[in-house]
C-alpha cells in the first residue's frame, strides 16, 4: 500500500496484520480521487472509518488542508498514526478514536470531503449519512462518498443528500452525495 501521487508520493504505508482492517485497494483510492480531482485543493476532509488513513493521507498529500481520521479499533488508529507520521503530516491531521458518532460530535469545522468506508454489511451508511446532516458538518458544495460492496445498493436520497453517481470497481463501489437541491434551496423558517 502507498500514497499514490502529490506530496507524500511513493511513500509506503503500513499494512494492518489482521483481516480486521480492509484498506481501499489502489485501484478504488485512485478511482476516488480522479472524481474528487477539482475538489482536493485546500479542503477539510474527513476519513470516518479510516483503518489505515490511506484515503485521508492521499487527500493531504493533493493538497487538502486538514484532516479528521477516525477509528473504533486501537490496532487501526495506531496504524493511522504510524502513517501520518511516515508522511510528516501531523500538522495537518486530527486523529480521534471512537465510534463514527463520537468522531463527528468532536469535528469543530465544516467538513469538504467525507470518505466513508465501514465495515461492509454493517448497516450504518444511512446512519452515518444521518449524524452528519444533523450535526450540520457536510460544506457547501460538499462531498460524500461512501465505498460500498457492489452488491449493496445505497439509497439514491437520504438524510438531505442526493446520490449523483455511483460507479463500480469490481466488487467494490463509490457512492457519491452531495447536499439535495431541495435542502439548498429550502428558506429558513421564521
Known amino acids: 500500500m502507498r500514497v499514490i501521487t502529490g506530496e507524500f508520493r511513493g511513500r509506503k504505508l503500513e499494512s494492518p496484520d489482521t483481516n480486521d482492517i480492509r484498506p481501499t485497494s489502489d485501484k478504488v483510492k485512485e478511482a476516488c480521487f480522479n472524481i474528487l480531482m477539482n475538489d482536493i485543493y485546500g479542503s477539510v476532509c474527513c476519513d470516518l472509518f479510516a483503518g489505515t488513513g490511506s484515503l485521508g493521507i492521499e487527500a493531504l498529500s493533493r493538497g487538502a488542508e486538514r484532516c479528521y481520521f477516525g477509528d473504533n479499533s486501537r490496532e487501526a488508529v495506531r496504524l493511522i498514526k504510524t502513517n501520518v507520521a511516515k508522511c510528516g503530516a501531523e500538522e495537518r491531521a486530527v486523529i480521534i478514536n471512537g465510534d463514527y458518532k ?10 469538504d470531503i467525507f470518505f466513508l468506508d465501514p465495515p461492509y454489511r454493517s448497516g450504518v451508511y444511512e446512519r452515518c449519512l444521518d449524524a452528519i ?50 435542502t439548498e434551496e429550502k428558506e429558513p423558517e421564521e
Open 102 to 111: 463520537k468522531v463527528l460530535k468532536r469535528i469543530p469545522e465544516k467538513v
Open 133 to 182: 446532516a444533523a450535526l450540520d458538518l457536510l460544506g457547501e458544495d460538499g462531498i460524500i462518498i461512501a465505498e460500498h460492496e457492489t452488491k449493496i445498493k445505497l439509497p439514491e436520497t437520504y438524510g438531505g443528500y442526493q446520490l449523483i453517481r455511483d460507479r463500480k470497481y469490481g466488487k467494490t463501489s463509490l457512492a457519491i452525495y452531495r447536499a439535495s437541491e431541495e
